[in-house]
């Protein structure tokens, strides 16, 4: 019987030590963050934090925004302005960009797939390294842009060699040589 107290006393004092260093914890914690918290400057939102997935951006202004890494997958962007944007790294699948103005945009490693440019203004942006497999460039402006190692259907890739001419100011590479046109 006092064996059995014993225990059930020692039980007690574990548990009431185990609540006041949890306690003692908290405490610690809440110091800091009034200590510390005064001092430290809340994050800005920033736009390639947005997804934009399955959205109406429809006339949209993204011109000269960092967008690098954002979602614009099934999102319609047509007649929208993203004039020397950064979209490097972006995910495009199955996005309207009809009509677009997409001058000096970054497009670097972007995934275009099935997207349609139809219409849209490509001077001088930049699709190194971007994959646009099944994506439409109908009647685009493609001065001076520049497509090096990206991955684009042969057909299109024909189309486009019709109408490519121009240097890219930011890579000075051809857009005919980008594209691999023959002469």
């Known amino acids: 019987m006092a064996m059995r107290r014993m225990e059930m006393t020692l039980k007690n004092i574990k548990r009431k030590r185990a609540l006041l260093m949890r306690r003692v914890v908290m405490m610690a914690a809440v110091s800091l963050v009034l200590i510390f918290g005064f001092w430290v400057t809340p ?5 390639n934090t947005v997804d934009y997935t399955l959205t109406n ?15 614009f997958a099934a999102a319609d962007a047509r007649d ?20 677009t103005n997409l001058k000096g945009a ?11 440019f139809d219409g849209s203004d ?11 497999t099944s ?10 842009a520049d497509f090096s190692d990206a991955i ?7 189309n486009m060699c019709k109408r490519a001419d121009g240097v890219n100011p930011v890579t000075g590479i051809s857009t005919r040589e980008s594209l691999g046109c023959r002469d």
């Open 122 to 132: 490509l001077t001088n942006a930049i699709f190194v390294e971007a994959i646009a």
């Open 106 to 116: 970054d497009f670097t490693k972007t995934f275009a797939d099935r997207v349609l």
């Open 80 to 99: 929208a302005s993203f004039e020397g944007a950064d979209m490097s790294g972006t995910i495009l699948t199955k996005a309207t960009f009809l009509r």
């Open 57 to 71: 951006q429809a006339g949209g202004d993204f011109a000269g925004k960092n967008l690098s890494g954002s979602s």
């Open 135 to 144: 994506s439409s460039f109908g009647d685009t402006i493609i001065t001076g």
């Open 152 to 158: 684009i259907d042969r057909f299109q890739v024909k």
């Open 43 to 47: 994050a800005l939102a920033q736009d």
